[in-house]
């Protein structure tokens, strides 16, 4: 195995309280236990194409922001360098910049590079793998959608945002006797919605892996209501599956994140005759303080993948598996989403005491 001098630590997509915690955690451990330089690789992979944005990551650069959020790379999840979209002329151009990518490693003396992201990101990191850079990944999303990880940093976080978010809404539901709805983000994985709504005792979740029915859930308000509870709080994923139709066949125009709840709600004012308010958290979940158990985990991460670099293990993602580091190969790390099992152990547990998903019938 070629001696490892200098290595680089890129992070790219959405970001997720924890993220400089991870990067601290890389540049400590490759100064203190491998006396090895660490170059910052800004806003994605864009520094690899134009290494004057590179960072030096010293010890000092990464001292006190363990508990910052955002990250001090930057990121973008726009910056494929496989394909990069960018204007010319007034015209979009999509150029495939990964050759000029790994000149510069080459140019900057990367040894190896510490690749932070999601599923896009990670997957570009496989890409340049492939292509013989010698990577290896670092699991990140507040969606905490990676089948190849047990949790992914910046999920507790966010699941402390929106459970702190229910319980504000919960008192304010109950003074006005109103139902609220709370749209929490997660893509296609329902994890935010369905544990944020158990940890605030929500009375209805809408999640992307279990269809609802309108009448399901008025059907669950009115209950509350016969039994003198005359407020309900509804939480709604953002990928959760719109009917095509209403009850009365009217058709409900599609809408994304940030709309849904407010589509379901729409509906269902008509149906329930009831005041209905909708909160969009939105990008509260993503900033901010990343939580203990966030910062724990990113360190571990980061100074994990300082280690995969030091066995030569690249290819591989650090991953948790029954509370212990481990790592799986970066192309099963993005091989398939992990969403809600609508029949497992958590939904039963939800639906035990009470929570209703809009299936029922
Ligand atoms: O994947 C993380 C995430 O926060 C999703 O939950 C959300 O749908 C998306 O990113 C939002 O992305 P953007 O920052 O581009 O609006």
Request: proline letters at 6%; aromatic letters at 6%.
């Amino acid at each position: 195995m070629a001696e490892i001098r200098t290595i680089g630590v890129a992070n790219g997509g959405g970001d997720a309280p924890g993220l400089n915690a991870v990067i601290r955690g890389v540049v400590k451990s490759a100064i203190r236990r491998h006396g090895w330089r660490v170059i910052g690789i800004c806003n994605g992979f864009d520094s690899l194409i134009w290494p004057e944005g590179c960072l030096p990551l010293t010890w000092d650069a990464v001292s006190g922001i363990l508990p910052r959020g955002g990250t001090i790379l930057g990121t973008t999840n726009r910056g494929n360098p496989f394909a990069y979209r960018h204007m010319e002329n007034g015209k979009e151009q999509v150029t495939d910049y990964s050759g000029l990518c790994l000149e510069n490693a080459r140019r900057l003396g990367l040894d190896a590079i510490v690749v932070i992201g999601g599923d896009g990101t990670l997957s570009i990191a496989q890409d340049f793998y492939r292509r013989g850079l010698p990577v290896v990944g670092v699991p990140k999303t507040i969606d905490n959608d990676l089948s190849a990880t047990e949790t992914t940093f910046g999920f507790d976080t966010a699941l402390h945002v929106a459970t702190d978010a229910i319980d504000r809404l919960h008192t304010t539901a109950e003074s006005h006797h109103r139902v609220m709805f709370v749209e929490v983000m997660g893509r296609e994985a329902g994890w935010i919605a369905l544990q944020s709504g158990i940890a605030g005792g929500a009375d209805v979740v809408l999640l992307p892996e279990i269809p609802f029915r309108f009448e399901a859930i008025c059907a669950a308000v009115r209950a509350r209501e016969e039994q003198g509870r005359r407020f309900s709080l509804v939480v709604v994923a953002e990928g959760v599956q719109l009917p095509e139709k209403d009850p009365a066949g009217q058709p409900i125009p599609p809408a994304g994140p940030g709309e849904v709840s407010n589509r379901i709600a729409g509906v269902l004012r008509g149906m329930l005759q009831k005041e209905i308010r909708v909160t969009v958290l939105g990008h509260v979940q993503r900033g901010g303080s990343p939580s203990p158990f966030d910062r724990i985990l990113a360190t571990r991460f980061g100074v994990a993948a300082t280690q995969l670099v030091a066995r030569g293990e690249f290819g591989r993602m650090v991953c948790l598996r029954a509370g212990k580091i481990d790592s799986v190969p970066l192309e099963d790390a993005v091989a398939k989403p992990k969403l809600v099992d609508p029949r497992g152990e958590l939904v039963e547990v939800a639906r035990s005491v009470g929570m209703m998903f809009g299936d029922e019938s």
